[in-house]
């Protein structure tokens, strides 16, 4: 079992900035992949930007806006959103990837909204 804790969404004006931290707890040893994915109101839930083993894939909707890390030793993923657009606002959900079992696990989402 995996847990997930977000933070770091809220209100912000277009142009802003805003870092979400995801922590994650628990069986951390065999987590593959991290990511953030994120739903609008009336869309589907959508990939956002993911890390495996340093490499990271992006939507396209996001490149070189937002850019995602993650320490290792903290077992935590970041996701670092600099010019933000209205369409960017959604709820944020963070993922893990197990590697051996292939579960995923989801955090319990952060919204951001972005307005002016």
């Known amino acids: 079992q995996v847990q997930l804790v977000e933070s770091g969404g809220g209100l912000v004006q277009p142009g802003g900035s805003l870092r979400l931290s995801c922590a994650a707890s628990?069986?951390?040893?065999?987590?593959?992949?991290m990511g953030w994915y994120r739903q609008a109101p009336g869309k589907e839930r959508e990939l956002v930007a993911r890390i495996t083993s340093g490499i990271t894939n992006y939507a396209d909707s996001v490149k070189g806006r937002f850019t995602i890390s993650r320490d290792n030793a903290k077992n935590t993923v970041y996701l670092q959103m600099n010019s933000l657009k209205p369409e960017d606002t959604a709820v944020y959900y963070c993922?893990?990837?197990?590697?051996?079992?292939?579960?995923?696990?989801w955090g319990k989402g952060t919204l951001v909204t972005v307005s002016s």
């Open positions: 993922n893990v990837n197990m590697l051996f079992s292939g579960m995923n696990y």
């Open positions: 628990g069986t951390t040893f065999s987590i593959n992949a």
